[in-house]
């Protein structure tokens, strides 16, 4: 996340990025890892990062990280909302058999 390991995400070899939507699935244990991160990174300059408004699940639950975007906060367009966000670097390999 932005340059920064985290440490244990290396024991992890299953996931699905779903190029076709804003959905990710990934284990339960390296999810709550992105939640840690999202939060630190978030937390690190709360003038500039992650602009919108944190949505938990249902009954607060850890399971989703939403975010709201209010276009009338960004009257320019959504490009500075969506760049106060750490991006996410993922290694793939395929295995064959």
Request: hydrophobic share 30%; charged share 20%; aromatic share 14%.
């Amino acid at each position: 996340m932005n340059n920064h390991l985290m440490a244990g995400s290396d024991e992890f070899n299953v996931g699905v990025v779903d190029s076709g939507t804003t959905f990710t699935y990934v284990p339960n244990k390296l999810f709550q890892m992105l939640i840690v991160h999202f939060d630190w990174f978030c937390s690190l300059d709360q003038a500039n990062h992650c602009k919108g408004k944190r949505i938990r699940g249902d009954g607060g639950d850890q399971s989703t990280i939403c975010f709201t975007y209010d276009e009338n906060q960004f009257k320019e367009g959504p490009k500075r909302y969506f760049m106060s966000y750490p991006v996410l670097n993922f290694n793939v390999t395929t295995s064959s058999g």
